[in-house]
Structures are given as C-alpha cells and as structure tokens.
T-cell receptor
Framework: DAKTTQPNSMESNEEEPVHLPCNHS???????IHWYRQLPSQGPEYVIH???SNVNNRMASLAIAEDRKSSTLILHRATLRDAAVYYC??????????FGKGTRLSVIA | DADVTQTPRNRITKTGKRIMLECSQT?????MYWYRQDPGLGLQLIYY???????NKGEISDGYSVSRQAQAKFSLSLESAIPNQTALYFC???????????????FGAGSRLTVL
C-alpha cells in the first residue's frame, strides 16, 4: 500500500473553501485515490475518488497532481457539518482500504 | 433499515467472556470487513472477506476470529475478551471494483464494546 502524509489538523472558517492536502509519493499506477471522512460518533463515509483526472461530486472536488504523487480534497464552502476527520487512501481494489490517522478538520462559525 | 446493520450497538462484558459481534448487509456486496477504532485513533483492519469462501487476516487479527455465514453476514468473535479490546468496531462492505471502478466502502454504525 502507498504511504500517505496528511496534516494532523486544519482549521477553516464557515462558508470558506477548504483545501485538504495529501501526499502519496509511492502510489502505484493502478491505485485510485479515495477520500473518506468520519464525522464525530459515526462510521466513516465515502467522499470521492479519482484516478488521474480531477473529479467533482455533490460533496467535494478532488484535484490530482499530474504526477499523481499528491492530491487535494476541496470543500467549496465549509459548514459546521463538515467538521470531521478526513482520510486519503490510495488503493487499487485488490486489497482492503488501510486507514491512516487522517486530518482533523475544525470549522469555526 | 440501514444497508449495513451491526448488532449489538453497545456491549459491556467481563474479561474472559466470549463475545460475538454480528454484521448483516442488504446491499448485495460480495466483500465484507471488520475494523477496530480506539479512541482518538484511526481505523485498523481486523479481518476481511472478499467472498463467502474467502477469509483473510488484517493488521490486528490476534485475539479475534470471524465467520462468513452467507454473502450477507459476517460475524466477529472475541474468544476470550480482554480489557485492551475495548474499542469501537465497524463492519463495512464493498463491491468488487470491477463493477464500481474503485474500492467504495459502506460502513455500519459501529458496535461499542467495553471489556471490564
């Protein structure tokens, strides 16, 4: 599995955009980049995934570097309900997802 | 009803007791997983099963066993519970990436286990 590096914590003001970075320099060519988040007292939930191109869905956008060694999860307008731990996980689907420590996002009203 | 149901949601037991946590899913997924989360930490994989006849150890399988009774059911057992197994346990499911394009997991709500 590719190793990932994420900031331990980040802070954002409500209604502001948030860019959550992830470095995955050992990613393999077949690994998709997955992002999950875990809200307080809940199980993790899928946010978005991508392979090479940038991706958008109703929750977030995923920007993937051209060399695929890093990616950024973008929350366009942070709300209090976005306060969670965000996990970046490269995975090809042939093995289970391995969760690191993630980034704890705090949103300030 | 939830797509992935875990029972019990909360359990308090004593050291040495046998405990079973059950997971059932209605998503028709072939893959199922058990993860453990200690307070303030990330998730650790205990066991996983890619189909009914497939069982694999994860990062922290010692002290645990599993049974895949059917495609929809995956149980986790602690044969002799000890206090450091006190944690939040999550079951998850996914479909083979051939159909989804990536490894997208659906998690249950969790089972909180306390071992005294």
């Amino acid at each position: 599995d590719a190793k990932t590096t994420q900031p331990n914590s980040m802070e954002s003001n409500e209604e502001e955009p948030v860019h959550l970075p992830c470095n995955h320099s050992t990613i393999s060519g077949t690994d998709y980049i997955h992002w999950y988040r875990q809200l307080p007292s809940q199980g993790p939930e899928y946010v978005i995934h991508g392979l090479t191109s940038n991706v958008n869905n109703r929750m977030a956008s995923l920007a993937i570097a051209e060399d695929r060694k890093s990616s950024t999860l973008i929350l366009h307008r942070a709300t209090l309900r976005d306060a969670a731990v965000y996990y970046c996980i490269p995975n090809s689907g042939n093995t289970p997802l391995v969760f690191g420590k993630g980034t704890r996002l705090s949103v300030i009203a | 009803d939830a797509d992935v149901t875990q029972t019990p949601r909360n359990r308090i037991t004593k050291t040495g007791k046998r405990i079973m946590l059950e997971c059932s899913q209605t998503k028709g997924h072939d893959r199922m997983y058990w993860y453990r989360q200690d307070p303030g930490l990330g998730l650790q994989l205990i066991y996983y099963s890619f189909d009914v006849k497939d069982i694999n150890k994860g990062e922290i399988s010692d002290g645990y066993s599993v049974s895949r009774q059917a495609q929809a059911k995956f149980s986790l057992s602690l044969e002799s519970a000890i206090p450091n197994q006190t944690a939040l346990y999550f079951c998850a499911t996914s479909v083979h990436p051939q159909f989804s394009g990536a490894n997208v997991l659906t998690f249950g709500a969790g089972s909180r286990l306390t071992v005294l």
